[in-house]
T-cell receptor
C-alpha cells in the first residue's frame, strides 16, 4: 500500500541527546513536510522540502535539522539546542501543486526525560 | 500571509443533530482550503477541499463544507452527527509552498 511511514512511534530521550525521526513515503510525492503538534496550538511547520537536495525553514526551525538526499526520505533531527522538544511530530507529503492535499504519517511522540 | 482561524476550541452536539465546525480564512489571491480530522495519537486524515467551482463541497464520511467568499468562511457541516465523529478537526489553507493550519476544534458527539 502507498503511504507515509514514520518511526519510531514513541521515543524517549535524555536531555542533551540528539534524536532522529524517520519519515519515508512511497507516493512519489515531490514535497515533504515536518510539523510539530502541541496541545491547543494546532500544527506548526518546522521544515519543508519541495525537491531533493533542497529544503526550507518553517516557522519553528530552531533546534531542528533535516536532510533530503532521496525523494522518498525526509528525516528530522531534534538537536539538544531545541529547548522544549517534548511533542508529537507529524510528517506529510504531497505533489508540488498547492491544490493538493497533504498525506500524513501516523506521527512520532517524543518525550524528553 | 495565508492563515485560517477556528473560533471554537470545542463543539458539543447530540447524536443525530446537525453539526457545524467554523473556519475563517485570510489569503491573498485564490483560497485553497482544506479540512482534516485527527483521532487520538494518529496522523491527520483529509476530509475535503475547496479549490474552485461550487461553493458546497462534499467529502468523506458524509461531511460537506460551504465556501463563502463574502464572509471569508469555510465551515464544515454534517446533517446528522454520529458518536464516531468525535475527534479533532483542523481547517487549513494552502500557500505556494506549504500548508497552514488552524488551532483545531474538538468535536464531541454525545449519545
Amino acid at each position: 500500500d502507498g503511504g507515509i511511514t514514520q518511526s519510531p512511534k514513541y521515543l524517549f530521550r535524555k536531555e542533551g541527546q540528539n534524536v532522529t525521526l524517520s519519515c519515508e513515503q512511497n507516493l512519489n510525492h515531490d514535497a515533504m513536510y515536518w510539523y510539530r503538534q502541541d496541545p491547543g496550538q494546532g500544527l506548526r511547520l518546522i521544515y519543508y522540502s519541495q525537491i531533493v537536495n533542497d529544503f526550507q525553514k518553517g516557522d519553528i526551525a530552531e533546534g531542528y535539522s533535516v536532510s533530503r538526499e532521496k525523494k522518498e526520505s525526509f528525516p528530522l533531527t531534534v538537536t539538544s539546542a531545541q529547548k522544549n522538544p517534548t511533542a508529537f511530530y507529524l510528517c506529510a507529503s504531497r505533489n508540488r501543486q498547492n491544490t493538493g492535499e497533504l498525506f500524513f504519517g501516523e506521527g512520532s511522540r517524543l518525550t524528553v526525560l | 500571509a495565508q492563515s485560517v482561524a477556528q473560533p471554537e476550541d470545542q463543539v458539543n452536539v447530540a447524536e443525530g443533530n446537525p453539526l457545524t465546525v467554523k473556519c475563517t480564512y485570510s489569503v491573498s489571491g485564490n483560497p485553497y482550503l482544506f479540512w482534516y480530522v485527527q483521532y487520538p495519537n494518529r496522523g491527520l486524515q483529509f476530509l475535503l477541499k475547496y479549490i474552485t467551482g461550487d461553493n458546497l463541497v462534499k467529502g468523506s464520511y458524509g461531511f460537506e463544507a460551504e465556501f463563502n467568499k463574502s464572509q471569508t468562511s469555510f465551515h464544515l457541516k454534517k446533517p446528522s452527527a454520529l458518536v464516531s465523529d468525535s475527534a479533532l478537526y483542523f481547517c487549513a489553507v494552502s500557500g505556494p509552498n506549504d500548508m497552514r493550519f488552524g488551532a483545531g476544534t474538538r468535536l464531541t458527539v454525545k449519545p
